[in-house]
């Protein structure tokens, strides 16, 4: 079983979302493939095409400029509008899972009366879709989420600023638990703690 206790001396706790408490890569695949059938639908070819260079691509370069080299790729640029693409990324319908040891642990942290939030970078609509698609909606009730882009994107301390002021803790009672360098970054100036979720999920009683 999980131990818990490495967050017992904190009354405030925020989770990043991607592939922090969910596999990212679901959520995306699950576009790549809406996509792939749009583009077929709309100017021919093969869907299992088109979603095996994004998801190759993906794995390879990542997502930046992913849709331009997908419409490059196949002679596309004047077929397709890159705004139904966008569309289709920010929309899909999936389930996602919630990892089990994340699961568990939101579930310990709101029995001890912590306050917890998600704190996430990136488009609204894309981010909120992928909140709603969380296999763990009664938990989010309880939960606060805060899209950074409203504000200022991690790693800017200012969203978790905003939480420690709301709050009226001192930071020594705020924890950052995220994946990426920039979730670091933004504890970091923020001058609280941070852990690595693999901490959290290998960290073994």
């Known amino acids: 079983m999980l131990?818990?206790?490495?967050?017992?001396?904190y009354q405030v706790i925020i989770f990043d979302l991607d592939n922090t408490l969910y596999d990212e890569s679901?959520?995306?695949?699950?576009?790549?493939?809406?996509?792939?059938?749009?583009?077929?639908?709309?100017?021919?070819?093969?869907?299992?095409?088109?979603?095996?260079?994004?998801?190759?691509?993906?794995?390879?370069?990542?997502?930046?400029?992913?849709f331009d080299m997908l419409l490059s790729h196949f002679g596309l640029k004047t077929k397709i509008e890159m705004n139904d693409l966008l569309f289709l990324l920010r929309h899909t319908k999936v389930v996602l899972k919630v990892y089990d040891e994340m699961k568990m642990v939101l579930e310990y942290l709101l029995n001890r009366k912590c306050k917890v939030y998600i704190l996430t970078n990136g488009n609204r609509e894309q981010q909120q879709n992928k909140i709603e698609s969380l296999d763990i909606q009664e938990i989010l009730s309880k939960i606060e989420v805060i899209y950074a882009?409203?504000?200022?994107?991690?790693?800017?301390?200012?969203?978790?600023?905003k939480i420690v002021i709301e709050n009226e803790v001192e930071k020594e009672s705020v924890i950052m638990c995220g994946d990426s360098e920039v979730d670091y970054l933004a504890a970091k100036n923020a001058g609280i703690d941070f852990i690595?979720?693999?901490c959290v999920n290998n960290y073994v009683s």
């Open 26 to 66: 679901v959520y995306l695949f699950s576009a790549y493939n809406d996509i792939g059938k749009f583009i077929e639908k709309q100017v021919g070819g093969y869907s299992g095409e088109y979603v095996s260079f994004l998801v190759t691509s993906f794995k390879k370069y990542g997502h930046h400029g992913l």
């Open 149 to 161: 882009n409203e504000y200022v994107p991690k790693p800017s301390a200012c969203c978790i600023d």
């Open 196 to 198: 690595n979720v693999k």
């Open 3 to 9: 131990k818990y206790n490495l967050f017992d001396s």
